[in-house]
């Protein structure tokens, strides 16, 4: 059913959005993978790399645009990028708080304008984003991760709302912890043991289940978990 099918993958330089892009580049799609590092891929017949930091959704937007132009056909978008930073508010810049929002919701909000009316001409479209456990639940110190992955999931619901008259299928999958470099510069992790995290594998499955549906099925939200909730704390706050 991917055959042959073309995704936006944003954040596909490492963890999940690498993963998810591997994976259909697997199912025999094409990958136009956003990200500002470049990665690997054997089959780069049809991975195509485009540089843009996302942290200046603006820009973004644009070049989003260009890339509608010049692929033409584009199936789906896997909204992913995104980083991680937990501390308390007053520890944030205001030049920080600006930049970790556009990262985290701004660049997903634009990226999406961009391709919806690409989508609604074509009547077809599938937007998958990937929100978090933080999206359910608030705890201290993730003030301005919360506050971008409850806009991200309140955001994608209405634009399933929005879209459904125009075949566009959109999902939101929440992870818990998940084995990537997201935890490299934060002071807590997950657990090392089976069990006590998420494989980036376990979401490329899901993304490919929940593309392969039937057109008249939408998979509105996944939540999902470790099966033990273990965080490891380094250095204190
Ligand atoms: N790991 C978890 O436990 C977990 C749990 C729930 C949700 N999530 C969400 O999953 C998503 C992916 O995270 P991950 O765990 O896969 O982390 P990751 O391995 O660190 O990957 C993050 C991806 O986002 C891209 N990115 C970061 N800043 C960017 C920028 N300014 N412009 C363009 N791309 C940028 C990175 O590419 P470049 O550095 O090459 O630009 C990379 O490809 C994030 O939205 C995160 O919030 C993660």
Redesign the pocket.
Known sequence: MLKNKTFLV?????????TIADFLLKNDAKVIG????KNNFKNLKKFFHIK????DPFNAFEKVKQIITNFKEIDGLIS?????DFRSLENFSSNQIGKFIS??LTSHILITRALLPHFKKNKNGSIIY????SALKAKKYGSLYSAC?FGLRGFSKSIRDECSNNNIKVTIIN????K????QNLDFS?GDKEGEFIE?SDIGKIVLDILNQRQGLVVDEINLSPLKKVIKFGKKK
């Open positions: 944003t954040g596909s330089s490492s963890g999940i959005g690498e956003i990200s500002r590092k843009i930091d996302l942290s992913n990028a995104g980083t991680g990262l985290n990937i929100g978090s456990e992955k992870p818990g912890m998940v990537t470099s997201f935890f997950h980036t």
